[in-house]
């Protein structure tokens, strides 16, 4: 029996490591941070991995577990930030001056950014996970009507945000994404 669990184990770990990575590594601050997440989420499938799905379900739970685990993960950091602002407020003034970062980039983070954090994840799992919304709605539990609604909403709020910033948007891409 734990020579399967085993087996299902690294097999699930082989098909969704990188997929995993992705998604911790376009959410973290920093790589280390990323590598903390995906190791915390693979800890977890291990710990639980008769409920991992079979097949290509299982990147989905696994979407899900780390999204938790990036919830917890970014607490943590709140909790930090909250007690080094200081530090924070200078690092910031650091990177935002730098030379290679263009205007309207920096716009459209800074729009991205100031979005509840619930819409940027929407946004995020749409245009850097490529899900469609049926596979969002397995991530986030919720039914692919909502997810419809949901998405629909949170583009609104970033095309009104950017908008705000001065970025021109192409009501197309928008919509597409």
Partial sequence: MDDDRTSRFEAVYQQTYEHILGYALRRC???EDAADVVAETFAIAWRRVDAVPPGGEARLWLYG????VLANHR?????????SVELDTDLADLYAHSPET????????RAFEQLPEDDKE?????A????????????LGCSRNAVRIRLHRARKRFSKALATAGVTVNRLVMEST
């Fill in 128 to 139: 850097w996970e490529g899900l469609d919304r049926a596979e969002i709605a397995t991530v």
């Fill in 75 to 83: 607490r943590g950091q709140a909790r930090h930030r909250h007690r």
């Fill in 29 to 31: 601050d920093s790589p």
């Fill in 65 to 68: 577990v780390a999204r938790n």
């Fill in 102 to 109: 263009s205007v309207e980039l920096g716009a459209i983070a």
């Fill in 122 to 126: 929407l946004i995020s799992l749409v």
